[in-house]
């Protein structure tokens, strides 16, 4: 993929990302505006939707090959998790 095209893909998800943030703020302000409070305060509502759409924005870019050639993503992934079992092994709790 080009350079090109992966940062238009970044640019894409992240105004999905944005857009979805936005709706479900609407939502819920609209939903607090009725009553209904599905977290503790309306400041952490906003974190949790602000958390949501940062995961859905990061997991697109990297399942989709945004961020980077695949092969080196793959291959970070794997050293990634070789570290992670090789200090398991060892006793070394994380």
Same mark, same amino acid.
């Given at each position: ?26 939502? $819920? ?42 092969? $080196? ?22």
């Amino acid at each position: 993929m080009l350079r090109k095209d992966r940062k238009n893909l970044r640019y894409q998800y992240g105004y999905y990302s944005f857009l979805m943030f936005i709706g479900l703020f609407f939502v $819920s302000q609209f939903l607090t505006g009725i009553g209904f409070q599905w977290a503790e305060t309306n400041r952490l509502e906003t974190w949790i939707l602000l958390l949501f759409s940062s995961f859905y924005f990061g997991v697109m870019t990297s399942w989709k090959g945004a961020l980077g050639h695949e092969a $080196s993503i793959k291959k970070s992934m794997i050293l990634f998790c070789y570290e992670y079992h090789s200090l398991r092994r060892n006793g070394n709790p994380l």
